[in-house]
Each structure stands twice: as structure tokens, then as C-alpha cells.
């Protein structure tokens, strides 16, 4: 398999892997931070496939796709903290349907579970990528952010490089289970953020009635 075969993200996952071995498959998974459509799902496994070959080392690509998450995470965490708190308010209060309250909330929130949400946050599909923002916007300390992200990134890549390097030519077969289950996500997301839509509507509905 070479990149010529394929096209896509696949084609272009395995271009990168074949010109800087595992190193390339690092830099693919930071860009799939900083672009979540990237599926890390699909880079993973192919990257196990690909050690399973013997075309890098097994420990090359669990640290350098790990590396990787890192590199992603940060770059994302600085954009938080560059945005910082006030623009983000500011941000959100020109927003249909947010109240600064609701920012206000979110912040009190990941206050208090903030590290359970950056780690565990690294094993769900889509948030991977997103979590880093509030955590830059909160300034959560380095050394802290640094550690749970390394923790739970390397749980997740090291399950998909592993579930890729010991299936082999049926690597494709964990994206399809894993698109599953980013559907669920997506959907319940959807139902959530139409449930919030439906409570804000009531609400001005409801005022507008008594301002008569």
C-alpha cells in the first residue's frame, strides 16, 4: 500500500508516513488537533498498520503520534489563552441565544472539573481537539494541562495504533466501529444544543409576554 493507491485523507496520511516514517505520522495527528475533521481514527490504526509492516518501530508511533497530540493540544491552548476571557465574553454576548450568565456557568464548571474534562476529554471524538480552548482561555497551570493531555492522549492513540497493528490489511475496519460512535456524539451534541435553542426561545417568549 502507497499513497499512489489511495486518495483522501487515507492517500495523504500515508504520503506523510512514507516520506518522514514515523515523524510524518506525528505531524498528521497535530494537524488533526488543530483540524478536527482530520479523523484520528483513520491516522492511528494506519499508523500501527504501517509499523506492523515494518516500516517504523511500534514505540516510534505511539511516541511520536503522542508528541503530536501534544504539539496540537498546546497550539490550541494558546489560542485560548490569547483570546483570553474578556473576548470571549465579548464574543458570546453578540451571540443569538447566549447570555454572558451561560459563560459565567461554563466557567464555574470547568473550575471545578476542569481536569477531569481535559483528560477524559482526549478520549471522545471531536472534543479532543476543542477541550484545549477553554482550558488556554482559563489559563489552567502548564504543567497540569501538559500532564493530562500526555496521559489521555497516549491511552487513545496507543488503543487505535495497537487495534491498527495487530489487524493489519483489516485496519479500516476500526474507523468504521469508531464513525459509530462519532455520530452518537455528534447526535447528542445536536439534541443538546436544540434543547438549549428550545429553553432560550421559551424564555424571551415568556418575557416578551410579560413586558405587555
Partial sequence: ???ADLDGITGWAIGLMEGFGAPGAGLAIALENLFPPLPSEVILPLAGFTASRGDMSLVAALCWTTLGSVIGALAL???GALLGRERTVA???RLPLVKVADIEKAEAWFGRHGAKTVFLGRMIPLFRSLISVPAGVERMPMGTFLALT???SLI???IFVM???LLGESWPLVEQYVGILSKVV???VVVAVAGFVAVRLRERHGAGRHAR
Fill in 1 to 3: 500500500m502507497n499513497a
Fill in 77 to 79: 491552548y494558546w489560542v
Fill in 91 to 93: 464574543i458570546a454576548a
Fill in 150 to 152: 500526555l496521559s489521555g
Fill in 156 to 158: 487513545w492513540n496507543t
Fill in 163 to 165: 487495534a491498527g497493528y
Fill in 186 to 188: 455528534v447526535v447528542a
